[in-house]
């Protein structure tokens, strides 16, 4: 493993200010970020790297890599939920292993744009065509999570409509966006896409390191009603990123040719949703316990993916 990126992940000062974000909270201090600052800057930075691969994409040939690579993640976003929902059943009720496993086998936007300045400070770059993937990956595992809720949950006397849950999945405000940027930068003209560039690319990581401020002090928040849940939801945070990033940084190999578009890969399947699926699951699994899911996500998969987790998932992308 790369211990030099090691290191410069944990001193990443879009880390720190994460790390601040939970100081912040814990010494109860007023440092507050307006929540009409932090919605348009999470807008943004969707917008901004959706519209950034759809710029990509559309230079970029229909190879039979991307293809598979969008089908691949289909598979791997509907599979996730379906192990972890019965792996979590033993321990946990209905209804909050559902919304983990959702949250485990849908996509973190966030995580996505913190692996993009990974590969950039190692002078490597990822197709556009991934953020078609990350897209792709949001739905299948909301809906597969609702739809196990609905058959084991015996006590649910009104069952969920199916085509509800499919609008609100797709019409999420996140995936939305995602998939909205990524069509606009597809059919933009490119020299008119040019004059916004400044705007999408200058200024991305400043406003990446505010809202992982936010972030910060959402975990910080949280903290408290995490820990009834005790060892086994901080070992399912970190295991289970762990288990499928490493699976897919290995088993990609065999149709994704590019070691950057293999980590960006790997790291899709490691990250855990703390926005769409929470959103979804107030809609579909009102007795979820949001108290688990979001720091689970948030509190320690995220954190453990950009510090170990993402040198793991780089160094096997590069076998």
């Given at each position: 493993?790369?211990?030099?990126?090691?290191?410069?992940?944990?001193?990443?000062?879009?880390?720190?200010?994460?790390l601040?974000?939970?100081?912040?909270?814990r010494?109860k201090?007023?440092?507050?970020?307006?929540?009409?600052?932090?919605?348009?800057?999470?807008?943004?930075?969707?917008?901004?790297?959706?519209?950034?691969?759809?710029?990509e994409?559309?230079?970029?040939?229909?190879?039979?890599?991307?293809?598979?690579?969008?089908?691949?993640?289909?598979v791997?976003?509907?599979?996730?939920?379906?192990?972890?929902?019965?792996?979590?059943?033993?321990?946990?009720?209905?209804?909050?292993?559902?919304?983990?496993?959702?949250?485990?086998g849908?996509?973190?936007?966030?995580?996505?744009?913190?692996?993009?300045?990974?590969l950039?400070?190692?002078?490597?770059?990822f197709?556009?065509h991934?953020?078609?993937?990350?897209?792709l990956?949001?739905?299948?595992?909301?809906?597969?999570?609702v739809?196990?809720?609905?058959?084991?949950?015996?006590?649910?006397?009104?069952?969920?409509?199916?085509?509800?849950?499919?609008?609100?999945?797709?019409?999420?405000?996140?995936?939305?966006?995602?998939m909205?940027?990524?069509?606009?930068?597809?059919?933009?003209?490119?020299?008119?896409?040019?004059?916004?560039?400044?705007?999408?690319?200058?200024?991305f990581?400043?406003?990446?390191?505010?809202?992982?401020?936010?972030?910060?002090?959402?975990?910080?928040?949280?903290?408290?009603?995490?820990?009834?849940?005790?060892w086994?939801?901080?070992?399912?945070g970190?295991?289970?990123?762990?288990?499928?990033?490493t699976?897919?940084?290995?088993?990609?190999?065999?149709?994704?040719?590019?070691?950057a578009?293999?980590?960006?890969?790997?790291?899709?399947?490691?990250?855990?949703?703390y926005?769409?699926?929470?959103?979804?699951?107030?809609?579909?699994?009102?007795?979820?316990?949001?108290?688990?899911?979001?720091?689970?996500?948030l509190?320690?998969t995220?954190?453990?993916?950009?510090?170990?987790?993402?040198p793991?998932?780089?160094w096997?992308?590069?076998?």
């Amino acid at each position: 493993m790369d211990f030099q990126l090691l290191i410069s992940n944990i001193t990443n000062p879009t880390l720190l200010f994460f790390l601040l974000g939970i100081l912040a909270v814990r010494v109860k201090s007023d440092l507050e970020i307006p929540a009409s600052s932090a919605k348009f800057i999470s807008l943004y930075l969707l917008f901004s790297i959706g519209f950034k691969g759809g710029q990509e994409l559309i230079h970029s040939p229909l190879t039979e890599e991307i293809i598979w690579s969008c089908v691949a993640g289909l598979v791997v976003a509907s599979v996730i939920p379906l192990y972890t929902f019965f792996i979590l059943k033993r321990r946990l009720s209905v209804a909050d292993a559902g919304a983990v496993a959702a949250a485990y086998g849908s996509v973190s936007a966030v995580t996505f744009v913190t692996a993009s300045t990974v590969l950039e400070s190692q002078g490597m770059v990822f197709g556009g065509h991934m953020v078609a993937v990350m897209a792709l990956m949001e739905a299948p595992a909301i809906i597969v999570g609702v739809m196990l809720m609905s058959i084991y949950d015996k006590e649910n006397d009104a069952p969920l409509s199916m085509r509800d849950v499919l609008h609100h999945s797709f019409t999420n405000g996140s995936v939305l966006m995602i998939m909205g940027s990524l069509i606009v930068g597809m059919i933009s003209d490119e020299k008119a896409a040019m004059g916004i560039k400044p705007f999408t690319t200058d200024i991305f990581k400043g406003f990446l390191a505010i809202f992982l401020l936010e972030m910060g002090m959402i975990t910080g928040n949280k903290i408290g009603a995490f820990r009834r849940y005790g060892w086994l939801a901080v070992l399912g945070g970190i295991l289970m990123p762990l288990v499928n990033g490493t699976a897919v940084a290995f088993l990609s190999h065999g149709f994704i040719a590019d070691p950057a578009n293999r980590f960006m890969f790997a790291v899709l399947a490691a990250s855990a949703s703390y926005i769409a699926v929470p959103a979804a699951m107030r809609l579909a699994a009102p007795k979820a316990d949001p108290g688990l899911y979001i720091p689970m996500a948030l509190g320690v998969t995220f954190p453990f993916n950009i510090t170990i987790g993402m040198p793991v998932y780089l160094w096997i992308a590069k076998l």
